[in-house]
């Protein structure tokens, strides 16, 4: 049996109002579904084909989105903080500057992963929770490529132990890692898990700090290099499949 959903949950589900806002606009016959004026919030419509227009605005269902941040410095990896500036208050800001909120199911989008407070760079952010598990499940080893400086020169030595796999606590070794691009004191790292603080611990356990750290990548998905630190953009639908094909 297939269940429809009611035409005023479906208006707050695409932000359009609140309960009460989308009543009143459907009694008032704002509200259209594939063309015909619906005066009735409970009349059930299927999502996934109708179109909206709500006041000659053309609205479609989008049961999942997916953005790609360039996350900048200073923002905590958070859906929702009292103190900090969080991802999801970047996020929100670039999408008023762009077409709004309405349609967007802003309430159930969160990160996929962590980045620390002063990492830049790949954040994808989205309301897929099945992809979110998949790309964070421990089991599948989804490979993150990072760039890094450090404090100081990155020798041979500190490479081959990185790449071989370090104690980084008490019982915690790492994978292997991926070091590549070495010059001086910066490289690329490619790893395949995600520990607490990892890279900054990795490279700590060879006797440097990290001094900046960017995501370039994180399975099939690669950061958009035009996009500037706090700014997002919609993944393609190629970025999509081989993202939910590949995990
Ligand atoms: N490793 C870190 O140390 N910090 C990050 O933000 C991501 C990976």
């Known amino acids: ?26 009694k008032k016959g704002f509200v259209c579904v594939d063309d015909t004026v619906v005066k009735k919030p409970e009349t059930h419509v299927d999502e996934n084909i109708v179109t909206i227009t709500c006041q000659g605005k053309v609205y479609r269902y989008a049961p999942y989105v997916y953005y790609m941040m360039n996350k900048p410095s200073g923002v905590i990896t958070a859906t929702y903080d009292e103190k900090e500036r969080t991802v999801l208050d970047v996020l929100r800001g670039e999408l008023l ?15 996929v992963g962590r980045l620390d407070k002063d990492t830049v760079g790949l954040l994808l952010l989205t309301n897929n929770g099945n992809l979110s598990h998949n790309l964070l499940s421990p089991k599948n080893h989804v490979s993150k490529k990072y760039f890094v400086k450090t404090d100081g020169p990155i020798s ?26 070495k010059n001086q004191d910066q490289c690329t790292i490619t790893i395949t898990e995600g520990k607490y603080h ?49 995990t």
């Open 156 to 181: 041979d030595e500190m490479v081959l132990a990185l790449e071989n796999g370090i104690m980084i606590g008490y019982e915690e070794k790492t994978l292997p890692a991926v070091i590549e691009d």
């Open 1 to 26: 049996m297939i269940i429809f959903m009611r035409l005023d949950k479906l208006l707050c589900e695409m932000n359009i109002g609140s309960r009460s806002q989308v009543k009143e606009l459907i």
């Open 198 to 246: 990892q890279i900054k611990r990795m490279f700590h356990a060879v006797g440097r700090n990290v001094i900046y750290l960017k995501r370039l990548s994180m399975g099939t998905l690669v950061l958009d290099q035009r996009l500037l630190e706090g700014q997002i953009r919609e993944l393609t639908k190629e970025e999509v499949d081989a993202l939910c094909l590949r």
């Open 97 to 111: 500057k762009y077409g709004g909120l309405a349609g967007i199911p802003l309430k159930d989008i969160s990160p």
